[in-house]
Each structure stands twice: as structure tokens, then as C-alpha cells.
């Protein structure tokens, strides 16, 4: 098993920028990607941005790019997502994922709150 933890979101103003972590522990060998999604009052999961273990290549949703930035150190089995340009719609929980070569994300951590006021 794979064993996810959030931390870093906070309150912020427009215009503002947090770093969110993920520490992996467990089984971290058995990981391929992570992901960040988040998950706002209201409305469905949304993917955010992920990052491939390996090679590092990465993808984001279109909302967040130019403002986000995934990272990911290995050797602290981290992955970090870096928020710069906050606008209120980021306000959500998100929620770190892992998921090995040949499943979907099935590992998931507890989610940390992010709000943005205007």
C-alpha cells in the first residue's frame, strides 16, 4: 500500500500563491504517477495536474496552466504543486493521487483545504 499526505493549503488573497506537498510513503517503488485534483463546493472531482515518476513529463487542465507548476523530488518520495495568480475559483480541497503502471489513481490522501478570497 501507498500511504499519501497533504499539506501546505491555507487561506490566501487573489493574486496570492501557496505550495502544496505530498509526501508517498509505503510502497513508493510500486508508483508511476501522481496527480493533484481538487474538488470545489458543489461540483465533482476535477484533475488539476500530474507528473510521471520517472521522466518527470507532466500535464495540466487548461485552467491551471501558466499558474501552476508540478514538481516531484524522488529521494524525499514528494511531489509538490506550486499555485501562483490564486483566483477564488481555486478555492477546493486537493487531494494528492498516486497510481501505479496499469490502474487508474487508487491511492489517495486526505485532502487539504485551499480557499482563495476576493
Known amino acids: 500500500q501507498v500511504r499519501l499526505v497533504e499539506s501546505g493549503g491555507g487561506l490566501v488573497q487573489t493574486g496570492g500563491s501557496l505550495r502544496l506537498s505530498c509526501a508517498a510513503s509505503g510502497r513508493t517503488d510500486i508508483i508511476y504517477r501522481m496527480a493533484w485534483f481538487r474538488r470545489a463546493p458543489g461540483k465533482e472531482r476535477e484533475f488539476v495536474a500530474s507528473i510521471s515518476r520517472n521522466d518527470g513529463s507532466s500535464s495540466y487542465v487548461d485552467s491551471v496552466q501558466g499558474r501552476f507548476t508540478i514538481s516531484r523530488d524522488n529521494v524525499k518520495n514528494t511531489v509538490y504543486l506550486q499555485m501562483n495568480s490564486l483566483r477564488p475559483e481555486d478555492t477546493a480541497v486537493y487531494y494528492c493521487?498516486?497510481?501505479?503502471?496499469?490502474?487508474?489513481?487508487?491511492?489517495w490522501g486526505q485532502g487539504t483545504q485551499v480557499t482563495v478570497s476576493s
Open positions: 493521487a498516486a497510481r501505479p503502471p496499469t490502474t487508474d489513481y487508487n491511492f
